[in-house]
């Protein structure tokens, strides 16, 4: 079936500290990935993605890695800052359904000052 | 340069009702896309529209409708309201050539239905 899932609903990290959170995709087809940063009240917010023939790729202050041998992928915060804290999404896309995106059920990430 | 703007962004209404939601597309894209997020739970696709038409269509009953105007605007209309309608209704955008070029998500509108 079309799942991507989450293992942590919630994540609690200390400010400045690093943050991962991991996500879990079921369906190999899946060939593009996107990380999404959901706060209170707004729409996703793009964060960075990921295309199937790459294992990791970089932003500023956030690295998505790729492993799909095991399905899994996963976004790397360096040190977590307050406005982090939100909901964090990943999303797949495949080429035999490239209209639309299939959605986890998010991890929240909480921030402690 | 404007975002995607979605209206009304609160709305409730009763069971059995029907309502209209109304997106404008980030400028420069074309395509129209419909979510539906439940609370606590990830959006999940209802449509897509492309140059006027539905071109693909999530697992959401026929009470669920679009359209989508010459000026790439796009309404979504759901008939007959059940109490488990309440949800984010977010609409994004992108260019025709793919999503992969660029998915810009609105705010959403919160429906409730009581």
């Known amino acids: 079936g079309e799942s991507v899932g989450l293992h942590l609903p919630t994540l609690s990290v200390q400010e400045g500290d690093n943050s991962i959170i991991n996500c879990a995709y079921s369906n190999s087809a899946s060939d593009y990935f996107i990380w999404y940063k959901q706060e209170s009240g707004k729409g996703p917010q793009f964060i960075i993605d990921?295309?199937?023939?790459?294992d990791k790729r970089q932003g500023q202050r956030v690295t998505v890695l790729l492993n799909k041998t095991v399905k899994h992928l996963s976004l790397q915060i360096a040190a977590t800052q307050p406005g982090d804290s939100a909901v964090y999404f990943c999303a797949e896309n495949r080429m035999d359904s490239s209209y639309k995106l299939i959605f986890g059920s998010g991890t929240r990430l909480l921030v402690r000052p | 340069d404007a975002g995607v703007t979605q209206s009304p962004t609160h709305l409730i209404k009763t069971r059995g009702q029907q309502v209209t939601l109304r997106c404008s597309p980030k400028?420069?894209?074309?395509?129209v896309s419909w979510y539906q997020q439940a609370l606590g739970q990830g959006p999940q696709f209802i449509f897509q529209y492309y140059e006027e038409e539905e071109r693909q269509r999530g697992n959401f009953p026929d009470r669920f409708s679009g359209h989508q105007f010459p000026n790439y605007s796009s309404e979504l209309n759901v008939n007959a309201l059940l109490l488990g309608d309440s949800a984010l209704y977010l609409c994004a955008s992108s260019p025709g050539r793919g999503l992969r070029y660029g998915y810009t998500f609105g705010s959403g509108t919160r429906l409730t239905v009581v």
């Open positions: 400028s420069g894209h074309d395509t």
């Open positions: 990921i295309r199937s023939n790459m």
